[in-house]
């Protein structure tokens, strides 16, 4: 396994050694001591600093199956009371080609969980590691810039007494320590159970349209397993992990946290008790500013009189400006004179207004087919999917 895992295990090793380097120079311990449990919180943090970009990946992903929703209830209704293997077979491929021709899967909220899986395991065998490379019995003289003596400081560095390699399965070999590490070791596991399921809690009560929250949604199955699985996983591979790994993936976990609220409060799921929370915010800040309570409201158009102001050609409205008042009276002839005057300027790309109006046209014009284009061409393939599946 370390030979799959070894690159990843390097890139690790030089990320903490960096850390490490990073907090000695501001004055912590050169030594064993905190810098190595702060620089296992340093990877953690770097580690998911990288990630942003899965995670916007991963919402819009999670938004595009919320607007899917609707489709994938008329599919399941459509093939409602039919239990034979065929029908089952061709629900699950209207489904899987609903979401291939949006760009989404249902389990597009795991992708994060599944790009940390390699690292978690590295960082595993690189803590597993550091008793034999540091005495100079591990298959490799080092791994990265970890060395033997550099494995000797982070296998001595403890968090409250508990060594960052020993795990609770291993805590008979650290002698007088063994109940300190299945403590410590304990007390992670919880505070990582406690984390997640208020991560997902969160996501669920909060960040979930109501038209969502239907049992027989892919999206809402999904979130439900994490809920309760995810917990149950972390109290059978917990008493495995070495105190190290613990401290990751508990970091892990908070920045979820915080990472998750921030999206909740400034970006909601359009529909969820968030977003309408959001909305509402924004109403009474609005109110309070003196606005109108909708942002979409502007200033009317209307004047006193219920007599819609009309739009002023450039001419026109430089003559308004210059005497302080509304449209002066003019004569048909003057106004037309006027017009004319401020069609034949030109701008800097040498157009007047209404050839400037017309490119628009033209432009809008097409975009419009080029999009219905689109949709006959996704119409047909949808056509011959189905032909294909009438077996």
């Known amino acids: ?23 000695t120079f501001f004055g912590m311990s050169s030594g064993a001591g905190a810098a190595w449990v702060l620089s296992i919180m340093g990877l953690t943090l770097i580690v998911r600093s990288l990630m942003i970009p899965i995670f916007n990946k991963q919402m819009k992903a999670s938004r595009m199956g919320q607007q899917l929703n609707p489709e994938i209830k008329k599919i399941q209704k459509k093939y409602k009371g039919r239990r034979d293997r065929i029908s089952q077979q061709r629900q699950q491929e209207e489904m899987m080609a609903l979401y291939r021709e949006h760009g989404t899967s249902p389990f597009a909220s795991c992708l994060p969980a599944l790009v940390q899986i390699p690292i ?23 791994i990265g810039p970890i060395d033997k003596e550099i494995a000797k400081q982070i296998g001595d560095s403890t968090l409250f007494g508990a060594p960052l390699s020993s795990s609770i399965g291993t805590s008979g070999q650290f002698g007088g ?39 027989s949604n892919p999206m809402y199955k999904t979130q439900k397993y994490m809920l309760y699985l995810m917990p149950l996983m972390y109290i059978f591979t917990g008493t495995t ?3 190290g790994v613990l401290i990751y993936w508990l970091t892990s976990n908070i920045w979820n946290i915080g990472q998750q ?9 359009p529909g969820s008790a968030a977003y309408k929370l959001r909305q509402e915010k924004i109403r009474r800040k609005r109110i309070a500013k003196g606005l109108s309570p909708e942002e979409n409201s502007g200033e009317s158009d209307e004047v006193q009189g219920g007599q819609r102001r009309q739009p002023l050609g450039k001419a026109r409205s430089k003559k308004a400006a210059k005497t302080g008042a509304g449209l002066p009276e003019e004569s048909p002839a003057e ?4 017009e004319e005057e401020a069609q034949e300027v030109r701008g800097k790309d040498g157009l007047t207004d209404a050839e ?19 949709v006959k061409a996704r119409k047909k393939r949808q056509q011959e999917n189905k032909k294909e599946r009438n077996f």
């Not at 895992?5 to 050694?17: A, D, H, K, R, S």
């Open 356 to 374: 400037r109006a017309q490119k628009r046209y033209e432009r809008r014009l097409a975009q419009r087919k080029r999009s219905q284009s689109k």
């Open 261 to 269: 609220t921030w999206m909740i409060n400034n970006n909601p799921m």
């Open 1 to 23: 396994m370390d030979t799959i895992l070894f690159p990843i295990m390097w890139v690790i090793g030089w990320i903490m050694n960096g850390v490490h380097k990073l907090l």
């Open 335 to 338: 106004e037309t004179g006027a």
């Open 241 to 243: 992990f070495q105190i």
């Open 120 to 142: 978690f395991f590295a960082l595993f065998r690189l803590l597993y590691a550091v008793l034999p490379l540091s005495k100079g019995e591990y298959q490799r003289m080092s």
């Open 177 to 215: 320590a063994k109940t300190t590490i299945i403590t410590i070791a304990v007390i992670l596991i919880v505070l990582m159970i406690a984390t997640l399921f208020f991560t997902q809690k969160q996501i669920m009560t909060k960040n979930m349209p109501e038209s969502a929250l239907d049992p």
